[in-house]
């Protein structure tokens, strides 16, 4: 049998909780793209009609009955991709890369089309959005984002500039190269640390995306804490799998 080319085309995962506001402006902006031949959102269990707004808008939907967070959605989003193949075979072509998206970007999306080049030229493995400065300012401390990157240098060897931006493109060899992802908000950094690991190539892209940033109230400090919760256990559980091989001789 000849080997399978390169798909010329990706599919787009897109996680999302309760954006009935944001979803259905983010999947027209990606559906837009020529590269862009297949939209799944993945409502994680909203309680708001995301995703009727997504239906109506052409996206594919899967629904969790109840909210597992992001990585999960993620990881649904992409069966749902395998299964839509499998349903429709295309001869001769590899799995199409994923081009994961968040719900808030709303037009912006079309803006992500920068982080697909690279992987469908087979010049990187995984790209990942560079977002320039956003018109509302955050309320962090850059408390979540200096763990994870610093984690992210410690485990291999790379300081990344926006260590848990989600706008990421990825081959289907590099994503099954990383599952189980690890859970909840941990999902971006052990995804960048276990590709590298791996031996594959990452890439950041600027990409002119504007999203909902997380803002100073009680809320945005929980959120902020449940970022930092997951970051730091998914440096922690590779930082034991690292010692128990050493310990092990593996
Ligand atoms: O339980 C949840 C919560 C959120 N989402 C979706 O996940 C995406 C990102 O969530 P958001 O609330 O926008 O989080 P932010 O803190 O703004 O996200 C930043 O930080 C996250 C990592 O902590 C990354 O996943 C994001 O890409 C990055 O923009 C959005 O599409 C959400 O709808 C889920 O699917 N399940
Ligand atoms: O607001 C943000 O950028 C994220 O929630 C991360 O928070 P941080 O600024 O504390 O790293």
């Not at 297949?38 to 708001?48: C, H, I, K, Q, Y």
């Not at 309320?139 to 989600?166: C, E, K």
């Not at 990421?168 to 190269?177: S, W």
Request: with cysteine.
């Amino acid at each position: 049998m000849p080997p399978l080319r390169p798909s010329p085309t990706v599919a787009v995962v897109i996680p999302a909780k309760d954006e009935q506001e944001r979803i259905a402006a983010t999947v027209r902006a990606v559906r837009s793209l020529p590269v862009v031949d297949l939209v799944v959102v993945v409502d994680d269990g909203s309680r708001d009609a995301t995703s009727k707004a997504a239906r109506d808008a052409g996206a594919l939907v899967v629904a969790h009955p109840r909210n597992r967070g992001k990585a999960a959605a993620m990881t649904t989003g992409a069966r749902a991709v395998a299964q839509f193949e499998a349903a429709r075979p295309r001869e001769g072509l590899r799995p199409r890369p994923l081009l994961f998206v968040d719900a808030d970007l709303g037009g912006s999306a079309v803006e992500t089309a920068p982080l697909t080049a690279p992987v469908l030229a087979g010049e990187a493995d995984m790209t990942i959005a560079v977002l320039p400065r956003q018109a509302t300012a955050g309320g962090g401390r850059g408390l979540v984002v200096g763990l994870a990157r610093r984690g992210t240098l410690a485990a291999a060897g790379w300081s990344p500039q926006q260590p848990l931006s989600g706008m990421r493109c990825l081959t289907r060899a590099a994503f099954e190269a990383a599952l189980p992802l690890a859970p909840g908000w941990g999902v971006e950094t052990a995804l960048t640390i276990d590709l590298l690991r791996a031996g594959l190539r990452v890439r950041e892209v600027p990409c002119d995306l504007h999203h909902r940033v997380t803002g100073t109230d009680w809320r945005a400090q929980l959120h902020r804490a449940a970022q930092y919760r997951d970051v730091a256990r998914a440096l922690g559980r590779r930082r034991l799998a690292d010692a128990v091989r050493r310990a092990t001789g593996g």
